[in-house]
């Protein structure tokens, strides 16, 4: 069974490019973002993980970590690195996970049980490890999304739901296409009373739904 939203994720020890982690405690007090790939040198994910790499300072901002995943050994990861910095012209310093045992795929239930990597494999053997976890400073998983191998994913989506997510850990919630600085919903479970103890001054749009400057 996947998981689903606010289960606690797998805690996992693996190998990195950058040596052997322990997920849970390298999250430690932060946010995380997992995101998986099916091959190594492959042109989407070469592009995506020069986007992340691009997005360095905005997720330290955040405070989160971001971590690859990837079916193919350490020392491949090490050389993709460098195509990944030449053509984002960035430092991709974050670990990428070397799941050629397919352990990591397989608890996050990109893969089926019984999946294997046969001889020669290509990209296909593993097409659907191309999920995006978003993951607490609880260790619980806010988000997850999953793309074909031909859709390159959307990071400043990533990085907007990411906001999102923080800014609903506050007791609100984002309306369609939320950016920043906009207003935020205040939840129906929250009186009148209550809300304009919480907010201060809100609009009712309808009695459940209603809006509010965001909470800093």
């Excluded at 350490?74 to 045992?101: L, Q, R, T």
């Amino acid at each position: 069974m996947g998981l689903r939203i606010n289960d606690t994720v797998p805690n996992f020890t693996a190998e990195t490019d950058q040596g052997t982690v322990q997920f849970h405690d390298w999250i430690g007090d932060s946010w995380a973002i997992l995101f998986s790939h099916p091959k190594d040198f492959t042109p989407v994910c070469t592009t995506e993980f020069s986007a992340v790499a691009q997005l360095n300072d905005e997720w330290a901002a955040r405070n989160t970590k971001v971590m690859g995943v990837s079916v193919d050994g350490v020392e491949d990861h090490k050389k993709w690195k460098k195509d990944i910095e030449a053509y984002g012209n960035a430092n991709p310093g974050f670990p990428i996970i070397a799941d050629d045992g397919l352990a990591v795929s397989k608890a996050f239930d990109m893969l089926p049980a019984e999946a294997y990597l046969p001889d020669g494999r290509t990209p296909a053997d593993s097409a659907t490890v191309r999920s995006v976890f978003i993951i607490g400073p609880d260790k619980q998983l806010k988000l997850s999304m999953t793309y074909p191998m031909t859709v390159g994913r959307n990071f400043a989506e990533i990085l907007r739901a990411l906001d999102g997510l923080q800014m609903s850990a506050k007791g609100v919630a984002t309306p369609a296409n939320w950016v920043p600085g906009e207003d935020v919903i205040i939840p129906p479970t929250v009186s009148n009373d209550e809300a304009k103890e919480k907010f201060g001054e809100f609009e009712t749009i309808f009695p459940y739904l209603r809006k509010t400057k965001a909470p800093s």
